[in-house]
């Protein structure tokens, strides 16, 4: 089992930017693909970005695409969301979440279904 805690959440103007951090205990890193999501209340959690166990491989939401991007530190055992140019619609708390994968190096998944665990989230908070 893994243990996920995010940090880095926050207030920001609109324009600005942050780097979401994701610190994985109890298990490596390396042997989850790792996901990003976003939930604001009242709405379902949504898809903001997946990496792959080998961090070769990243796919985003069409809104965040050119303005967030996911890496991973397998050594530190820490992923990464860097989110440039925020606007009001990236206010929701931040999901880290983490998928057991057997085999593949490359693959990379966006349904909140397929990840075994999750953090507590961090908020971000985008004013206008």
């Known amino acids: 089992q893994v243990q996920l805690v995010e940090s880095g959440g926050g207030l920001v103007q609109a324009g600005g930017s942050l780097r979401l951090s994701c610190a994985a205990s109890g298990r490596t890193v390396s042997n989850y693909a790792m996901g990003w999501f976003r939930q604001v209340p009242g709405k379902e959690r949504e898809f903001v970005a997946a990496i792959s166990r080998s961090g070769m491989d990243t796919y985003y939401r069409d809104s965040v695409k050119g303005r967030f991007i996911l890496s991973r530190d397998n050594a530190k055992n820490a992923v990464y969301l860097q989110m440039n140019v925020l606007n009001a619609e990236d206010t929701a708390v931040y999901h880290c979440?983490?998928?057991?994968?057997?085999?593949?190096?490359?693959?990379?998944?966006?349904?909140?279904?397929?990840?075994?665990?999750w953090g507590q989230g961090t908020q971000v908070t985008v004013s206008s």
């Open positions: 979440a983490a998928k057991i994968v057997g085999g593949s190096l490359r693959a990379v998944y966006q349904r909140n279904s397929e990840y075994n665990y």
